[in-house]
């Protein structure tokens, strides 16, 4: 298990890249911020696709709940970058690099699907009282062009490193 020294609460850095081994994830973050209604953006749609960290919230390491986005599928360029999200077992390792060279590592703790419709935004956003880290995706069963569930993987900061 980590050293309190290992997993100390960090200032804040916007985070760069994500890497999730377990599933094979390796990708730059972009940053995304709040769309024209007022939900939180969600990445574009394109052939390199890319997670996004949304900005309004803390960044990986800072006390509070960091988030990022990333698509299951990206319509016309096949796979998305979180694809295999709802594979994560907790205890799997997920890594953000940040801007100022630090890293913060985190555990799963938890992955849960659900309804986008019971979406639990105050399991999301809400505060917390230590590092913690959301990645959250579409999965279940597609109705037309659009995924019914939301996929959110939860974790916890494990260690950080300079």
């Known amino acids: 298990s ?3 020294n290992s997993a100390r609460t960090l200032g804040r850095s916007a985070p760069v890249r994500l ?9 730059p973050l ?15 749609i394109t052939a390199d696709d890319r997670a ?17 986005l990333g698509h299951v599928t990206v319509g016309a360029y096949g796979d998305g ?11 799997d390792r997920i890594v953000a690099r940040r801007e100022d060279g630090t890293t913060a590592e985190f555990a799963v703790s938890a992955v849960r699907t659900v309804a986008k419709a019971d979406f639990p935004a105050d399991d999301v956003y809400g505060d917390v009282g230590r590092p913690e880290l ?27 490193s300079p």
């Open 30 to 44: 972009i940053r995304l911020g709040l769309a024209p209604d007022g939900t939180v953006q969600v990445p574009p």
């Open 134 to 160: 959301r990645l959250i995706t579409c999965g279940g069963p597609r109705a037309g062009d659009e995924y019914r569930d939301n996929v959110i993987v939860f974790a916890e900061l494990s260690a950080t």
């Open 81 to 91: 970058v979180f694809r295999h999200l709802a594979r994560l077992h907790r205890g």
């Open 19 to 27: 890497r999730i081994p377990a599933i094979e994830v390796d990708t």
């Open 52 to 68: 996004g960290w949304y900005r309004h919230s803390p960044t990986p390491g800072q006390v509070g709940p960091s988030v990022i």
């Open 2 to 4: 980590p050293s309190a």
